[in-house]
């Protein structure tokens, strides 16, 4: 069974922000959530992760809900750079599964011109 | 971070054949792994290489099928054996610094084409 839900499609103009949601509500309290992105042609490459808390990187900002049951990426300024699949991933941080990625389908982002 | 090579990029090879693919990274690393991308697909674990012992298979791939190799921290192979049409797909290193690492690096990926 799929551990998250994602939408399969979303575009964004460009220098828009970008918001990817994910579902997560079997998420257990030992696990983080992840989001890769895979850009055509390419290896996937990390964007973020968080617990509980929201959080900011160079790249973007994850806002996780109270209850950890969902959570949204966010690409304050999209770019045409931006356009790839952007997968959501939730796994233990340590002990078993910790090391495994399990790819779900992911949400094809087109930040469009 | 970690840069990570992978040969060869892409290949086209004919049915009952064997492909190997190497993976090689720019520094130690603890953990490496093996993903396929079936076309149009997302990433689908098939082992991780373990330094100095047998790769750990996920569910649905074999050893005889996928022989993975890992001499040393920063080199792994991965060969596909006895190839059909149904193994065309982007095979993909990836390596983790650390056990508990948050963060993985992949490599660009080798796109095989079996006619």
């Known amino acids: 069974d799929a551990k998250t839900t994602q939408p399969t499609s979303m575009d964004c103009a460009e220098g828009r922000a970008a918001n990817l949601p994910c579902n997560h509500s079997?998420?257990?309290?030992?696990?983080?959530v992840y989001w890769y992105r895979q850009i055509h042609s390419q290896g996937p490459q990390y964007i973020i992760h968080g617990l509980k808390n929201n959080e900011t990187n160079e790249m973007a900002s994850l806002i996780i809900t109270e209850d950890r049951k969902s959570s949204t990426l966010i690409l304050p300024h999209a770019t045409l750079r931006d356009t790839a699949v952007y997968y959501c991933i939730v796994r233990p941080f340590s002990g078993a599964g910790s090391y495994q990625l399990t790819f779900g389908k992911g949400t094809k982002l087109s930040v469009i011109p | 971070s970690a840069v990570i090579s992978q040969k060869p990029s892409r290949d086209i090879c004919q049915r009952g054949t064997s492909l190997t693919i190497q993976c090689q990274v720019d520094s130690q690393v603890t953990m490496m792994f093996w993903y396929r991308q079936q076309p149009g697909q997302s990433l689908t674990l098939i082992a991780t290489?373990?330094?100095?012992?047998?790769?750990?298979?996920e569910s649905g791939f074999v050893i005889d099928k996928f022989p993975i190799s890992r001499p040393n921290l920063t080199f792994s192979t991965l060969t596909v054996s006895n190839m059909s049409p149904e193994d065309s797909s982007i095979y993909l290193c990836s390596v983790a610094l650390q056990q508990n690492s948050y963060e993985q690096y992949f490599g660009p990926g080798t796109r095989l084409t079996v006619t």
């Open positions: 290489a373990n330094q100095g012992s047998e790769a750990t298979y």
């Open positions: 079997t998420i257990s309290g030992n696990e983080y």
